[in-house]
């Protein structure tokens, strides 16, 4: 009988129950929504190291006063996001991250 691949949806067989989607509830409040947003993430064009360290220090300006820093360190480690700050930390700070920070992020930061 020939082999048949499935999509990747359709091989998971997990009950309802042990699926829970992120919480993104604290979202609508963080601080770099809106008129900063273009900070967080790299331009699609070039950027100088100094201008990505620049880009860096403000974004993570921000993140020091946010109210919900903690919760989007957490999503964006639960996640995996590649790209961008998250939480006051760029995508090489979080691969540096020690597991026990990244398996309890609140409590670290």
Request: glycine share 4%; aromatic share 6%; net charge neutral.
């Amino acid at each position: 009988m020939p082999r048949v691949l499935l999509p990747l949806c359709m091989s998971l067989l997990v009950e309802e129950e042990s699926v829970t989607p992120m919480d993104r509830s604290w979202q609508p409040v963080a601080l770099c929504r809106g008129n900063h947003s273009h900070l967080f993430f790299p331009p699609t064009t070039s950027e100088r190291k100094d201008e990505r360290e620049r880009r860096e220090l403000r974004a993570k300006a921000v993140c020091r006063v946010c109210p919900v820093q903690n919760d989007c360190l957490e999503y964006a480690m639960e996640s995996t996001e590649q790209y961008g700050i998250w939480g006051g930390f760029t995508e090489t700070e979080r691969r540096q991250l020690p597991a026990a920070i990244r398996r309890r992020i609140p409590a670290a930061v």
